[in-house]
């Protein structure tokens, strides 16, 4: 089975940015679509955006337009979730997942970003 | 909208039957999935599609859809499927996900 890897936790100052990568174990993107998930502590599931690799397409959720960039490198076969203007509420795991409702689908491990002065 | 809906919390004795609920504009184009989420794993995929469950997932679990709303339904709950029950969807556009609030599943 597919297993998505992420790169570990991260702390970060208020107004910086992280950069979380994910990359699927056996190398290729192959069709597939990988979202970036979020869920802050003790909160629900929230959808920040998507990439298709394949056809280079990118999509995210309107209120993250601005300061959410997800990218994918076929050299590597790593994706990217970058995120800017960091605020304490974007405290959170973030998670990278391959198909969301899909047969195919696929989480990653998580990785809890912390934002605090 | 593209927002969907669930209620908080339902309870079910074990053994027994609980239907989840999820509204939403998005649900008359398209599918809902369902992820179960138990205390500090990450989501798990229990049905997707027209009612469909990926490899390894108990046919106690099916799921429907009718007009705007899809909904989740546990038959002969076991005490393992107390977890939170989250929907997800696209938007009318297609181009975005979006999830529902979640529903918290007890078992009694």
């Known amino acids: 089975q597919v297993q998505l890897v992420q790169s570990g936790a991260e702390v970060r100052k208020p107004g910086s940015s992280v950069k979380v990568s994910c990359k699927p174990s056996?190398?290729?993107?192959?069709?597939?679509?990988f979202n970036w998930v979020r869920q802050a502590p003790g909160q629900g599931l929230e959808w920040m955006g998507r990439?298709?690799?394949?056809?280079?397409?990118?999509n995210n959720a309107q209120r993250f337009q601005g300061r959410l960039k997800i990218t994918a490198d076929r050299l590597t076969g790593t994706v990217y979730m970058e995120l800017s203007s960091l605020s304490p509420e974007d405290t959170a795991m973030y998670y990278c997942?391959?198909?969301?409702?899909?047969?195919?689908?696929?989480w990653g491990q998580g990785t809890l970003v912390s934002v605090s002065s | 909208s593209s927002e969907l809906t669930q209620d908080p919390a339902v309870s079910v004795a074990l053994g027994h039957t609980v239907k989840i609920t999820c509204q939403g504009d998005g649900l008359r184009n398209y599918f809902a999935s369902w992820f179960q989420q138990k205390p500090g794993q990450a989501p798990l995929l229990v049905l997707f599609?027209?009612?469909n469950r990926p490899s390894g997932i108990p046919d106690r679990f099916s799921g429907s859809t009718s007009g705007n709303s899809a909904s989740l339904t546990i038959t002969a709950s076991q005490a393992e499927d107390e977890a939170d029950y989250y929907c997800?969807?696209?938007?009318?556009?297609?181009?975005?996900?979006?999830f529902g609030p979640g529903t918290k599943v007890t078992v009694l």
């Open positions: 997800c969807s696209r938007d009318i556009t297609g181009t975005t996900h979006v």
């Open positions: 990439v298709i690799p394949i056809i280079d397409i990118t």
């Open positions: 599609g027209q009612n």
């Open positions: 056996g190398g290729t993107f192959k069709r597939f679509t």
């Open positions: 997942v391959r198909e969301l409702g899909e047969d195919d689908n696929s």
